[in-house]
């Protein structure tokens, strides 16, 4: 696969976006001007992250310094996305307790080089994805703290803590933030063909290699969503990582 710099890729841009556009001025969704942000936003960071990764990859300090910005603008995101932006410490700290240590395995066991060139796309694709797993759990269950304010307040009513109040209304939700990369996993090569894979492929890997990276990287996805989540989790059942809203509410 190869994409020529040119014309039609600006025209393949413009089109792809008008289609997204019409689609939701046509079924009324509300989201052109998050699309047109969007759009804009990916063409503009990318061209500057390319010029920027091109002198990264050939340095470990630089990689390791733009790795910390990606992990910044993801924490900024997914406390911007769950609308509570005052949390960010927590949150950060909930995404820190998933990537540090799979990040730490990976590169220590030799499974992968230490270089630039490996350090930016794997810590991109596990900040990513860590990013997911908390707006997802944070979207899900503050949704659920707030709809079931009534279970909470009847849990301490009869003299649980705050911690197992939240558990409780918590417990039919702290897994669906989890469920989604487990099925891209249970599902890689018969359904999907996700990126680690193909970027070997196109950067000439064998089909070996490629199968190996990905594996690499799944198994990171799924150890850095597992340990963000339920830190997210314990961190909310103390009344911290929560909106300013659900703090108020759900004071012991």
Not at 124 to 140: A, P, Q, S, V
Request: hydrophobic share 55%; net charge positive; proline share 4%.
């Amino acid at each position: 696969m190869t994409v020529n710099f040119g014309w039609g890729l600006g025209v393949a841009l413009v089109v792809l976006t008008g289609l997204v556009v019409a689609v939701s001025i046509g079924f009324r969704l509300k989201l052109t001007r998050d699309v047109l942000i969007a759009a804009f936003r990916a063409t503009v960071q990318l061209a500057l992250v390319s010029l920027i990764i091109a002198g990264a990859v050939q340095n470990v300090w630089l990689a390791i310094g733009f790795a910390l910005v990606m992990f910044a603008v993801a924490v900024r995101t997914t406390t911007t996305r769950v609308k509570a932006p005052e949390t960010w410490p927590w949150a950060a700290l909930a995404m820190a307790a998933g990537v540090l240590p799979v990040l730490a395995i990976i590169f220590l066991s030799g499974a992968s080089p230490f270089t630039g060139a490996a350090i930016i796309p794997i810590a991109g694709i596990i900040i990513g994805n860590t990013m997911n797993g908390h707006t997802l759990m944070g979207r899900r269950c503050f949704a659920a703290l707030r709809d079931d304010i009534d279970t909470y307040e009847a849990a301490l009513a009869i003299g649980l803590p705050r911690r197992q109040a939240v558990a409780l209304v918590l417990e039919p939700h702290r897994t669906e933030a989890l469920i989604p990369n487990i099925d891209t996993t249970k599902t890689v090569g018969l359904v999907t063909l996700p990126g680690a894979f193909v970027g070997v492929l196109l950067g000439g890997g064998s089909a070996i290699q490629a199968g190996a990276a990905q594996l690499l990287v799944l198994f990171g996805i799924m150890a850095t969503q597992f340990l963000t989540v339920n830190v997210a989790l314990w961190l909310v059942g103390r009344g911290k990582d929560l909106p300013e809203d659900l703090r108020t509410r759900l004071r012991p």
